[in-house]
């Protein structure tokens, strides 16, 4: 299926026409872009844009038009209203989603004339955010029942065919009112960066319209794959990833692989590692480029003389490693594996002579509030050895406290530096 592009170029990669096309690729339909203005910007601010001529923008459409067969349409960044009734007029008899951009971000104008977006209104399904809503209907938005007004004056005074009301500034909840009926889209709180929501958010519910899917439908579905874009959303560009779901996929399969080698490499350390596994176990745990960790469910444990996982690699399947390895990677990001062992001081020792850089915490220093917390503790004990070593620690170990097992914890840029660093550590001689 053909989904048309009508947007602007984000010189800093983050939103406009890269991301719509990206969306609509990663969602398996096929993108025509068509440019109406390029922006001067990065991700801290918009310096200008200039907009094309109306006239380069009927003959883009024109073009494409004549040649595939297009199911949906996604207008967004216009710069001008004479692009405006150009691109009203053109894609009038089309499934037209029109995310109404008025302003950047930041605060920076992206159209000469605000009225002339009403032309576009007319017939499409628009999904304004709280300020455009405000703009388009003329009332004020403070609460989910203002969303619904403001939705139902859009559809009724400026004949929409659709109106969603995006709640990401407000409540996280969207509000669309479609054939004189209103639907809610409850969303949750995503930790990432939200530049270019507007524009993933628009191009995927295109997308999904393009599929066949009915309104409701679509909506749903766009705004969880908008979750999912700023969940694992781009720190180069501090915004969304509409590749997310091919990226998150292929580090995953690499992850997998990766952790069930080094796994099969430590197991043959036998009863050299034997010893050395906690009463709780041993486990070991990967972090892929995204910030997903797998681990072995079940851990590592003692089998007769020598040690055996006791199930496969599965992701989230050691809560504690997880997050002593996230924290860490708040601090050192290229740190993606660690394991732990049972606290000897002996291996301290050679971590020490083997020039490792060792740090530790200790638990009676935990504060009050941390203590209380429920998950805290190990947020609190690498970052408190983090700090005390001054530069990236490769070891981390902990005497322990009531009811608590002292522990020793092995970081590495990767599985495979764990494994030899803990064979090193095992090793009579150590080098």
Known sequence: MAVLIVAGLDTGGGAGIKADIETVSALGEHPLPILTAVTYQNPERVSGYFPLPAEALRDQIRAVRGHFDIKAVKVGMLGSGGIAKVVAKETEDLTRVFDPVMASSTGERLIDDIGSLKVLVKGSIVTPNVPEAEALSGLKIHSL???????????????????????????????????????????????????????????????????????????????????????????????????????????????????????????????????????????????????????????????????KPVGPIELNASDHLRRALLKMREFYPEVRAVLNLRYSGKLVERAERLGFVVSFYDRREEPEEVKRAERGTMEWGIETAVRRAGKRPDVIYHLGDWGKEPMILIFGRDAREVVERVRVLLSPSPR
């Not at 909506?219 to 959303?233: L, N, Y």
């Not at 399969?253 to 009863?271: I, M, N, S, Y």
């Not at 892929?288 to 079940?298: N, R, S, Y």
């Open 145 to 307: 029942e203002d969303m619904r007004e403001s939705a139902r004056i859009i559809a009724q005074t400026l004949k929409a065919e659709a109106v969603i009301v995006k709640g990401g500034h407000l409540n996280l909840t969207d509000v669309l009112y479609w054939n004189g009926e209103f639907f809610e889209f409850p969303g949750e709180r995503v930790d990432g960066f939200t530049h270019g929501t507007g524009c993933a958010f628009s191009s995927a519910l295109a997308a999904f319209l393009a599929k066949g899917l009915e309104l409701p439908e679509a909506v749903e579905r766009a705004k969880r794959f908008v979750e999912g874009a700023i969940r694992f959303s781009k720190a180069e560009a501090k915004a969304v990833n509409p590749l997310w779901e091919f990226q998150r996929d292929a580090h995953r399969w690499r992850a997998r692989e990766e952790l069930e080698r080094a796994v099969q490499e430590l197991v043959k350390f036998g009863e050299k590692l034997n010893p050395h596994v906690p009463e709780v176990g041993t486990n070991f745990a990967l972090a892929t480029a995204l910030g997903e960790v797998f681990a072995v469910k079940g851990r590592i444990v003692r089998y007769g003389k020598t040690v």
